[in-house]
């Protein structure tokens, strides 16, 4: 069960968009539509942002998506502000051990 | 709206068994699948494993021969037990609910280190 794959850092300035790539394989993030997202600001929990690839729990702000092709799952992170800058992770069912699967983690920086 | 707080030694001996409890309030603790996760400092989240109200549990399989979940409805909580530990078990621990594989509500997250 390896973690999905998602690049170290990604940055943006101020009312701009960044994109958050998660790369995974067919028997998780491809096979399912069970693809998450957190933001986790330093020393705090982390809070669910987007469930089953698109959804966005209530009060998360409509400036955040996703979508997914094939193995790869995408947040989009628009119209950036600074409160934005934090460490967002996916996660996926990964069907073979009936539980999840996180991502490397992705450190987003407000230029 | 449903809380959760862990509780529980924050330091543990090498080779010990590290134990904690989550209680659950907000919410029905016996139709839910709930779950452990851990974070070492400066890393990323491990999901450890998933128990439902019933008691049925999944586990990492790089975890599963040292894991133990468990849970008691009478008292809204449920437990973590990881056997044989080591330095590398050192991480904030967090338990949380999980809903369609999503994690709606996390604890605050408690650190236990391990250590002589």
């Known amino acids: 069960q390896s973690a999905l794959t998602q690049p170290p850092s990604a940055s943006g300035s101020p009312g701009q968009s960044v994109t958050i790539s998660c790369t995974g394989t067919s028997s998780d993030v491809g096979g399912y539509n069970y693809v998450s997202w957190y933001q986790q600001h330093p020393g705090k929990a982390p809070k669910l942002m987007i469930y089953e690839v698109t959804k966005r729990p209530s009060g998360v702000p409509d400036r955040f998506s996703g979508s997914k092709s094939g193995n790869t799952a995408s947040l989009t992170v628009s119209g950036l502000q600074a409160e934005d800058e934090a460490d967002y992770y996916c996660s996926s069912y990964a069907g073979s051990n009936n539980l999840g699967v996180f991502g490397t983690g992705t450190q987003v920086t407000v230029l | 709206q449903v809380q959760l707080q862990e509780s529980g030694p924050g330091l543990v001996k090498p080779s010990e068994t590290l134990s904690l409890t989550c209680t659950v309030s907000g919410g029905s603790i016996s139709s839910n699948y709930w779950s452990w996760i851990r974070q070492p400092a400066g890393k990323g989240l491990e999901w450890i494993g998933r128990?439902?109200?019933?008691?049925?549990?999944n586990y990492n399989p790089s975890l599963k021969s040292r894991v133990t979940m468990s849970i008691d409805t009478s008292k809204n909580q449920f437990s973590l037990k990881l056997n044989s530990v080591t330095a590398a078990d050192t991480a904030v621990y967090y338990c949380?609910?999980?809903?369609?594989?999503?994690?709606?509500?996390w604890g605050q997250g408690t650190l236990v280190t391990v250590s002589s």
């Open positions: 128990i439902y109200g019933s008691g049925n549990t």
């Open positions: 949380a609910r999980v809903l369609r594989w999503a994690i709606d509500y």
